[in-house]
T-cell receptor, first 113, second 114 residues
Framework: GDSVTQMEGPVTLSEEAFLTINCTYTATGYPSLFWYVQYPGEGLQLLLK???ADDKGSNKGFEATYRKETTSFHLEKGSVQVSDSAVYFCALNNAGNNRKLIWGLGTSLAVNP | GAGVSQTPSNKVTEKGKYVELRCDPISGHTALYWYRQSLGQGPEFLIYFQGTGAADDSGLPNDRFFAVRPEGSVSTLKIQRTERGDSAVYLC????????????FGAGTRLSVL
């Protein structure tokens, strides 16, 4: 079945450092790919998405490119801030699977001043 | 409402008791999903409604779990004879349907079974 493998955390960075969180997937057909973020004490929020190969999703300085050849959707940010401290989840859904989201385990990010 | 609303935000119950968790989706959203998130894990799919009907209940762990959405809006997740292993955060998400596949999540209900 469909699955998502996500880089394990926790990740600890200093402010203004470069961030990469790796995500790879296994899926039939043409899934849509998502990054969700969960800030401390809050619910899951959509960060960005991509619906087809070579699409780049971007939001709040974060970017991820849908790479079908490597089945990857790595999350990057050029300069992290303390306010980016959160748990990041990679997920996919598939029209052939009722669009239910299949999730990675999440990666905890802590950014120190 | 402005977003997906879940009540209660926290529920503490004793092993063997019955609980109901409520989800009020974004107005007009036809698709509704329930997920369960255990500590340190990603969410796991439980059940999906399109309108009033459960289109996919393949994620329900056993027959103690049941969900309804009688009027195609509010949904209730029902757990009978709760067990300690049911302790988790139960998440509800809604989506416009009709090919628009972004899911919007509520804050969740944290269930603790003592």
């Amino acid at each position: 079945g469909d699955s998502v493998t996500q880089m394990e955390g926790p990740v600890t960075l200093s402010e203004e450092a470069f961030l990469t969180i790796n995500c790879t997937y296994t899926a039939t057909g043409y899934p849509s790919l998502f990054w969700y973020v969960q800030y401390p004490g809050e619910g899951l929020q959509l960060l960005l998405k991509a619906t087809k190969a070579d699409d780049k999703g971007s939001n709040k300085g974060f970017e991820a490119t849908y790479r079908k050849e490597t089945t990857s959707f790595h999350l990057e940010k050029g300069s992290v801030q303390v306010s980016d401290s959160a748990v990041y989840f990679c997920a996919l859904n598939n029209a052939g699977n009722n669009r239910k989201l299949i999730w990675g385990l999440g990666t905890s990010l802590a950014v120190n001043p | 409402g402005a977003g997906v609303s879940q009540t209660p935000s926290n529920k503490v119950t004793e092993k063997g008791k019955y609980v109901e968790l409520r989800c009020d989706p974004i107005s007009g959203h036809t698709a509704l999903y329930w997920y369960r998130q255990s500590l340190g894990q990603g969410p796991e799919f439980l059940i999906y409604f399109q309108g009033t009907g459960a289109a996919d209940d393949s994620g329900l762990p056993n027959d103690r779990f049941f969900a309804v959405r009688p009027e195609g809006s509010v949904s209730t997740l029902k757990i009978q004879r709760t067990e300690r292993g049911d302790s988790a955060v139960y998440l509800c998400a809604s989506s416009p349907g009709m090919g628009k596949n972004i899911q919007y999540f509520g804050a969740g209900t944290r269930l603790s079974v003592l």
